[in-house]
């Protein structure tokens, strides 16, 4: 029998691959987030210093509800993927948080009703001829992702939660100080979110570190979370793009909010 000589080299390469621990791999998740996050996009930054135009932010609510209205869709998607009932009735959650259990209920309503409170009819949000290319992209590479990659790959995309409330929070503080035309009721969104973008977060969290076993996994899952924070920040590229472009960046009349 050859005996195997296993180098200095050889040991290198082993451990550059081998696995992190659980915490290293949420250490790693977080980090992507802290660094990548849509909150530090310019646009969010003027949206919560109260800098925004009412033209800039009905454009912004009505491009980021093609996004809301896409998230039971892609939570559907991810759902479809598992073989176990409980975690597909945990995850079913997600779908009527957003689709409410009866009409008038839900996130999507309660977008809707964001949409009304700052001036804009129903029709005009749902009009998806309106959503600017750049969204509609974003979206639907978002929506594609999770058709099309693992359940790992999916879940650890919806990762970005973890820092929805504290943004949440930072944006109803914003809403009630800098934009008092639109009616406090119309923010009930950003309120509902905070916990449910605290719970949802960790349940995903769980998953990913139970599921990440291998190196290539973890590096995947961190990757997923990267692509999903690129998704959040082309979304608000779209937006913030449209500004004076299209005779609308400038106000409406109401000069900013």
């Avoid at 050889?10 to 621990?21: E, K």
């Avoid at 791999?25 to 919560?48: K, W």
């Avoid at 800098?51 to 479809?80: C, G, S, V």
């Avoid at 999507?108 to 509609?136: H, K």
Wanted: proline letters at 4%.
């Amino acid at each position: 029998m050859t005996a195997t000589v296993k180098t200095a080299a050889d040991s290198a390469a082993g451990a550059d691959d081998a696995p992190w621990t659980p915490d290293e791999l949420t250490e790693r998740l977080r980090a992507v987030s802290a660094a990548r996050y849509h909150d530090r996009h310019p646009f969010n930054v003027r949206m919560h210093e109260g800098t925004l135009t009412r033209a800039e932010l009905r454009r912004w609510i009505a491009n980021r509800f093609h996004y809301q209205r896409h998230i039971p869709i892609k939570d559907a998607l991810i759902l479809a993927k598992f073989d176990d009932p409980a975690l597909r009735r945990g995850w079913s959650r997600r779908i009527r948080d957003h689709d409410g259990d009866r009409p008038g209920e839900g996130g999507i309503e309660r977008w809707l009703r964001l949409g009304e409170a700052a001036g804009l009819a129903r029709a005009e949000l749902l009009d998806t001829s309106r959503v600017l290319p750049g969204v509609r992209l974003a979206v639907d590479g978002y929506v594609n992702f999770c058709r099309l990659r693992p359940a790992l790959d999916a879940v650890a995309a919806s990762l970005t939660e973890l820092s929805a409330p504290d943004l949440m929070r930072t944006r109803i503080a914003a809403f009630e100080q800098h934009y008092p035309w639109i009616d406090t009721e119309g923010l009930s969104y950003f309120r509902g979110r905070v916990g449910q973008g605290g719970r949802d977060g960790q349940e995903a969290l769980g998953l990913v570190r139970a599921w990440a076993r291998t190196r290539a996994e973890q590096e995947r899952a961190v990757a997923a979370l990267g692509f999903k924070c690129d998704v959040l920040w082309a979304l608000l590229d779209a937006v913030d793009g449209a500004s004076g472009r299209d005779g609308q960046g400038a106000g409406d009349g109401g000069g900013h909010a």
